[in-house]
């Protein structure tokens, strides 16, 4: 039997296994408003998870509040995404609401 790992979480971020939400988003992604043909799961999984998290780390804040804030964050954390924040922005917002009032 293999000797559990300590939880230990570093103030001010998210477990990397925290996005809860993953399994709805693979689901959903293709029926959202804003998904075009050709879109993968994976150009939408960054958005999600950060507007997932930023709900949780900002409940007291409406979503235009932090917008500007949230589109330099897209900037750094999207990764091999092919999404722009014009696109981006959508399923952020959509994860964002989803997480309305006190997460899922």
């Given amino acids: 039997m293999a000797p559990q790992q300590p939880s ?4 001010g ?3 990397v296994d925290s996005f809860t ?12 408003p804003y998904y075009l043909e050709g879109d993968s ?3 939408f999984d960054p958005a999600y998870r ?3 998290g930023a709900r949780r780390r900002h ?4 979503f ?4 500007a804030q949230l589109q330099q964050e897209w900037e750094a954390s999207k990764g091999p995404s092919r999404l722009d924040w014009n696109r981006a922005r959508h399923a952020v917002l959509r994860a964002w609401e989803r ?6």
């Fill in 50 to 52: 950060l507007g997932y």
């Fill in 21 to 32: 939400d993953s399994s709805y988003w693979q689901q959903q992604y293709n029926r959202e």
């Fill in 8 to 11: 230990y979480q570093i103030p």
């Fill in 13 to 15: 971020r998210e477990p």
């Fill in 64 to 67: 235009g509040s932090l917008e």
């Fill in 41 to 43: 799961y994976e150009d």
């Fill in 99 to 104: 997480g309305e009032p006190h997460g899922i």
């Fill in 59 to 62: 409940p007291q804040h409406d």
